[in-house]
């Protein structure tokens, strides 16, 4: 079993940043993303990274903006958010998988998932 935990979200105004991180406690990790929700909306994929970070993904609405970074030695990963905007106000989920390391933007590729952090974007 693995326990992700969630922490950074808050409200910001738009063109500021927010940092998310998901620590992750239990297994041995290979890729984990960033999913988010937004009210009335399906979730949608952010961002996705390999074991080694070497390989990145980024949904198209965040490319440029955002980055997804990850520390092994600390089981957790990272989303650096800039240039916020109000429709990237939404529930951030982490995620992660235990079996497989190629990037996906599929939920059903990833495991286990945290509990979401609220991102509000005011413009």
């Known amino acids: 079993q693995v326990r992700l935990v969630e922490s950074g979200g808050g409200s910001v105004q738009a063109g500021g940043s927010l940092r998310l991180s998901c620590t992750a406690s239990?297994?041995?990790?290979?890729?984990m993303g960033w999913f988010r929700q937004a009210p009335g909306k399906e979730r949608e994929f952010v961002a996705a990274i390999t074991r080694s970070g070497g390989t990145t993904e980024f949904a198209d609405p965040v490319k440029g903006r955002f980055a997804i970074s990850r520390d092994n030695d600390k089981n957790t990963v990272y989303l650096q958010m800039n240039s916020l905007q109000s429709e990237d106000t939404a529930v951030y989920f982490c995620?992660?998988?235990?079996?497989?390391?190629?990037?996906?933007?599929?939920?059903?590729?990833?495991?286990?998932w945290g509990q979401g952090t609220q991102v509000t974007v005011s413009s």
């Open positions: 239990g297994r041995t990790l290979y890729k």
């Open positions: 995620a992660v998988d235990v079996t497989t390391g190629v990037v996906s933007r599929a939920p059903r590729m990833y495991d286990y």
